[in-house]
C-alpha cells in the first residue's frame, strides 16, 4: 500500500507540471501566459504578477518534473507548453511572454501558433538575448555535461550581490575539483548557497534539477529560429553592459517590428524589489497598447492552390499534394503527359519561398 500511495503522488505531480499554473485571476478574457526560465521554475512570474496592473488572468507554464524524460529540443518543449495554452484559451489571439531563456520558449511558442493560423496579440521578451550564432559563436562546451559546475552557476545566482556568501562561493570553487557532488551539495548547504525554493532537495533531487537546466542550453545550441512577422517587444536590463539595445535580435528581426522597452536593473535584479515593479509597470502599459497594433500577416492570405494545365471543357480536375520539402512545380511533367482530359492543381506548402512562417501542424496546412 505504501508504494501505491507513492506512485500515486507521483503521478499527481506529473499531472500538474503539464497544466498551466493560475498565477492571478483576472476579468477579461485574453489571460497572459508566461514560460517558466531556464532554472525551470516560475518564482519570477509570481513577483512580477503582482506589479501588471491589466486586468488579465496570468498563467504560468511549468516545466517537466525533474524526474521524468527531458525534452530535447526547444520545439518540442513550446509544443508541449502550447497544449497547456490550449486547454486554457482554445483558439488566439494569444499574449505571450518570457523571462531569460524562457523568452526563447516563448518566441518558439508564437512561431508554432502562427504556424497553426492563429493570432498573437502580444510578444514579450523579458531581458532574453538572441541566441541566433554562428557556429564559430558555439561553445563546444555545451556538449559536455558537468553536474558540478551547474550546480555552481545555481549557487552564484543565490550569492548575487551578498559580499559574505560570496565569499563561501570562493571556499566551494577551490574544493570544486577534488570534490564529488553530493559533498558539494552538502557544501554549498552549509554556505547557504543553493537556492531557498530548493534547499529542502537532497542531492538526488539536485542533480536531476541541475540536468534539467542543462538541457535548456543545449536545446538553444541546436534551435533553429524562424524571423516572425509580428512585433517583438524586448524589455533590456539598463544596468547590464550590451553593445546592442536589441540583445541581437536586430539580427533576426526586421527593425521595424522590434520594440525595445529600457526597464531598470542588471539580469538577475530586474525581477526583485524594487525593479520588479518598474518592470510590472512598463509590462502592463505595453500589454495594454499591443492589441491595437495587431498586423495583418499575409501568412492569413496565403492561397496554396496553383493552376498547372487547364483540361477541356468538362474535364474532371485532379489536386496534387507535393512530398516534404518539394514544390507544386514538381507535377508539371505529370500535367503534361496527361494532356488536356485533365485539369490539375497543385498545393503549395506555405513557406518554401523563405519569406512566409510555413505550417506547424497538420491540421493547419490542410485546413488552408
Known sequence: ?????????????????????????GRTAT?????????????????????????????GLPPISANDFQLQTIEGMAARMIRMIRKVQPAGPYRIAGYSLGGIFAYEIAAQ????????????????????????????????????LVLLILAESKAQNNAELWAGMDEVRRCQEATDFDTLVHMCKER?????????????????????????????????????????HIFAAQEEEVTDSSLRWNTIQEERLLRVIPVPGTHGSMMITPQVEAVGQALSKVIQEASGEMLDLPESRYAPLIRL???????????CVPGAGASATSFIDLAETLGDSWSVYGLQPRGLDGMLLPHSTVLAQANA
Open 1 to 25: 500500500m505504501l508504494f501505491r500511495s507513492k506512485r500515486l503522488k507521483s503521478q499527481t505531480s506529473a499531472t500538474h507540471a503539464n497544466e498551466a499554473k493560475l498565477i492571478k485571476i
Open 31 to 59: 489571460p497572459i501566459f508566461f514560460t517558466h526560465c531556464g532554472a525551470g521554475e516560475l518564482l519570477y512570474v509570481s513577483s512580477l504578477a503582482e506589479h501588471i496592473a491589466t486586468d488579465n488572468s496570468i498563467y
Open 113 to 148: 501558433l502562427i504556424g497553426a493560423d492563429e493570432d498573437i496579440e502580444f510578444l514579450g521578451l523579458l531581458d532574453t538575448h538572441c541566441p541566433a550564432l554562428t557556429n564559430n559563436d558555439r561553445s563546444p562546451s555545451l556538449q559536455e555535461f558537468d553536474e558540478k
Open 309 to 319: 494545365q487547364i483540361g477541356r471543357s468538362g474535364a474532371s480536375s485532379i489536386f
Open 192 to 232: 547557504f548557497l543553493i537556492p531557498d525554493h530548493l534547499n529542502a532537495h537532497n542531492p538526488q533531487q539536485l542533480r536531476q534539477t541541475v540536468a534539467r537546466m542543462y538541457s535548456y542550453p543545449l536545446a538553444v545550441w541546436n534551435y533553429f529560429m524562424k524571423p516572425l512577422p509580428i512585433p517583438l
